[in-house]
């Protein structure tokens, strides 16, 4: 890792960064917080849409057929003139007048 143009304090800093990684669980807790015994019942899981990942699957869905090698990739063409609106702080609240997608489970309750 690194090389001769790397500093010591790059290997440092490369270095920290890997034992903060390492002490992350899949969902980016640090481990010593969500197995403590303590916080049994203190996390809630919820569901959200992720529209990029919405876009990868169904690509696979629709196309079964790949080539050795080949990878799906995903380009974002939101157009320059049409701005995102300002992304709510409760993302359960919908007060943009927005419609869930029609693929989200809990389109009932982001309505609300």
């Not at 390492?22 to 849409?49: C, K, V, W």
């Not at 990942?53 to 974002?76: C, H, I």
């Not at 701005?83 to 007060?95: C, E, Q, R, S």
Request: proline letters at 7%.
């Amino acid at each position: 890792m690194g090389g001769p143009e790397w500093g010591e304090k790059d290997h440092l800093l490369t270095l920290a960064y890997t034992v903060y990684v390492d002490g992350l669980n899949e969902m980016g807790f640090p481990i010593n917080q969500s197995r403590h015994f303590d916080n049994d019942g203190y996390y809630e899981a919820e569901t959200i849409q992720d529209h990029s990942l919405a876009a990868v699957e169904q690509f696979q869905k629709d196309n079964k057929v790949s080539s050795p090698g080949e990878r799906v990739v995903v380009r974002y063409t939101r157009p320059p003139g049409k701005p995102l609106a300002t992304f709510p702080a409760d993302t359960k609240t919908n007060n943009q007048g927005n419609q869930p997608c029609k693929r989200d489970k809990n389109a009932e309750a982001v309505q609300e």
